[in-house]
């Protein structure tokens, strides 16, 4: 079973950058597909990005298409999530997720595994 940490989170003001990181470990990390997800208080965990095994195939919410950018790194076992444009609703809990398929689902029922996440917390 593949475990996941996230880093990268912190504050930043609105219209700048983050990037976020999860590092894999314990499985074979080109067999899955990877995804954030992210968890603003008081409501449900929503779909941000997936990519497939190879990169192939990318999946973004309407809401960050164009700001956001998912990439992976299978020789260094580790996901990415490039955030420019950030916005206070971007403010939330982002999770890594891992899916055993090769490629990837918008719904967080089709996830296998997840980290522990990290805040993002964007000022106006």
């Known amino acids: 079973q593949v475990q996941l940490v996230e880093s990268g989170g912190g504050l930043v003001q609105a219209g700048g950058s983050l990037r976020l990181s999860c590092a894999a470990s314990?499985?074979?990390?080109?067999?899955?597909?990877m995804g954030w997800f992210r968890q603003a208080p008081g409501k449900e965990r929503e779909f941000v990005a997936g990519v497939d095994w190879n990169g192939g195939i990318i999946n973004y919410a309407d809401s960050v298409k164009g700001r956001f950018t998912i990439s992976r790194d299978n020789a260094k076992n580790t996901v990415y999530l490039q955030m420019n444009s950030l916005k206070p609703e971007d403010t939330a809990i982002y999770y890594c997720a891992a899916r055993s398929s090769f490629y990837p689902a918008t719904a967080v029922a089709g996830w296998n595994t997840w980290g522990q996440g990290t805040q993002v917390t964007v000022s106006s």
């Open positions: 314990g499985g074979t990390f080109r067999t899955y597909s």
